[in-house]
């Protein structure tokens, strides 16, 4: 767990100290604004009080969305996950288009990362990001990112019987699709520095509105497929998702199980993320959406409860038992 913890910490310290180092090579800014000196042309820079104060209401908003998500997180509420994926979608997808995107992923293995001070927003989001996946796993997948918060909401509005369940051992299979996608991805622009091929692995362009008539159409068909199998983009064929999913395996506060969890399999059944292999929950699968969390919770479904409740009941009418012989 320390090694887990260490790890985490590494990484945060990595993006900070390449996004100080950035910040770093612009001459400094004081007072209320410092000049950059490019050869013959000057520039005001203006300082880092004015950045923070511009920036101020991205981040306060950026908080606010991530305390919602939070709280409907550790209260398990299905209320509020709804709001949460509706207001991701608003306001992250629609109003902002700020999603994690493979194009992040690419800055942070070139340490291109943008400059602090002009992005705090963005580091703000990245760090929220990459600390809540140590701290519990893919909470990024399952609540804030925009699209796929998009997809979960097909959830609420198309009917059961359309859906097609995907047998488990393809569906196992196929969940390596995505790190197949990231793999080629990170490879192809590792030798030609072409980020264009951000469009072709990622669909979350569709919140600019910006895109050729052919993206369009692909993006047509994934989203049909979807109203037909649940999350396929986010199961088989994020980049992203497989990222954060390698990431996931640093967790430290994983979902607990019950040692009846090896021979039940309710809520393997109730994972609609494959996330759940009998007693074992496979971390880089699962996106927190508190499914199995609920159900564990349930003390008239969970077996774990009914058998205590059982065996408490025997017990009582046992030491029950004695007692009314005694007395007659
Ligand atoms: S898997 Fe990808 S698209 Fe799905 S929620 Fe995660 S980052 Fe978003
Ligand atoms: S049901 Fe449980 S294991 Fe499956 S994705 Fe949701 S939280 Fe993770």
């Not at 923070?52 to 997180?73: C, D, H, K, N, R």
Request: with cysteine; proline share 4%; charged share 20%.
């Amino acid at each position: 767990m320390t090694s887990r913890v260490l790890t985490g910490l590494a990484l945060v310290v990595l993006v900070l100290a390449a996004a100080e180092s950035r910040a770093q090579e612009q001459p400094p800014a004081t007072g209320a604004a410092a000049e950059w000196d490019f050869g013959d042309e000057r520039e005001d820079v203006p300082a880092w009080t004015s950045s923070l104060a511009a920036q101020a209401p991205e981040i306060a908003a950026l908080t606010a969305f991530a305390a919602l998500a939070l709280v409907g997180f550790f209260r398990k509420s299905e209320r509020l996950k709804l709001v949460t994926l509706l207001a991701a979608v608003g306001y992250l997808g629609i109003y902002k288009s700020q999603l994690i995107s493979i194009t992040n992923i690419f800055s942070l293995l070139t340490l291109n990362l943008p400059i602090l001070q002009f992005s705090m927003g963005w580091y703000a989001f990245a760090i929220f990001t990459v600390v809540s996946t140590i701290l519990w796993g893919r909470l990024y997948c399952g609540r804030v990112c925009a699209f796929g918060s998009m997809t979960q909401l097909l959830d609420y509005v198309v009917p059961k019987r359309f859906r097609y369940d995907v047998p488990r051992t393809v569906e196992r299979r196929a969940s390596y699709i995505k790190y197949g996608i990231l793999i080629g991805a990170i490879a192809y622009y590792l030798t030609t520095r072409n980020i264009l091929v951000y469009r072709y692995v990622e669909p979350f362009w569709m919140f600019t509105g910006e895109a050729s008539g052919g993206e369009w159409i692909g993006l047509g068909v994934l989203l049909t497929g979807t109203l037909f199998i649940r999350n396929l983009y986010c199961r088989f064929l994020c980049p992203v998702g497989a990222f954060l999913g390698l990431l996931s395996n640093l967790t430290v506060f994983r979902i607990k199980r019950w040692s009846e969890c090896s021979t039940c399999r309710i809520c393997e059944k109730t994972c609609e993320w494959g996330a759940i292999a009998g007693p074992k929950i496979i971390a880089a699968e699962c996106v927190r959406c508190d499914d199995c969390e609920r159900l564990y919770n349930n003390e008239q479904k969970c077996p774990h409860w009914v058998i205590i409740r059982r065996k408490s009941e025997i017990m009582a009418r046992q030491l029950a038992g004695p007692r009314l012989s005694a007395g007659s």
